[in-house]
């Protein structure tokens, strides 16, 4: 009898140390898990406001190359394009916190673009910066403050 009630609780050690350590073991590869997935959001967010700082220069430098052609129209058309399809991607990823700050910024290039300046004015040509500081440091700094 004593034999039996050994190996019944040798038995019940060894079931509870075998559940036990595959709670560990499952454990670990959720938290591993979870990581990898972080990693993963956050190579996409980076690749996201790479693209759209990447579009906004784009459109920076459409504006500051502006000039009455069909040509001129077409390429601008196409920067703010894409830079309002970027803009929508921060709002996917990010949400209103980054979004606003980014569309103030797109709209701020938008305008830039539509401005009428002199064509053959070195000065004039590149006044539009200042038109669009202002939001470019906000969305800058509303990405770190994102990304922090």
């Not at 609780?9 to 959720?30: D, F, I, K, N, P």
């Not at 459409?62 to 709002?91: C, F, P």
């Not at 990010?94 to 002199?118: D, K, T």
Request: glycine share 6%.
């Amino acid at each position: 009898m004593t034999s039996l009630v050994g190996v019944g609780v040798g038995g019940a050690l060894s079931y509870l140390a075998q559940l036990t350590t595959q709670w560990h073991v499952s454990r670990h590869e959720s938290n591993r898990q979870a990581k990898e997935l972080a990693e993963r959001r956050r190579t996409e967010r980076l690749e996201v406001l790479r693209q759209f700082i990447e579009a906004t220069q784009e459109a920076e430098r459409a504006a500051g190359e502006k000039e009455d052609s069909s040509e001129w129209w077409a390429t601008s058309e196409n920067a703010m394009d894409r830079l309002w399809v970027q803009g929508r991607m921060i709002y996917l990823l990010f949400g209103p916190s980054l979004y606003e700050p980014a569309h103030a910024y797109s709209w701020a290039l938008n305008q830039a673009m539509n401005r009428e300046i002199e064509p053959d004015g070195a000065t004039s040509r590149w006044a539009f910066i200042e038109l669009i500081d202002e939001p470019k440091v906000a969305f800058l700094a509303a990405a770190h403050t994102e990304l922090g």
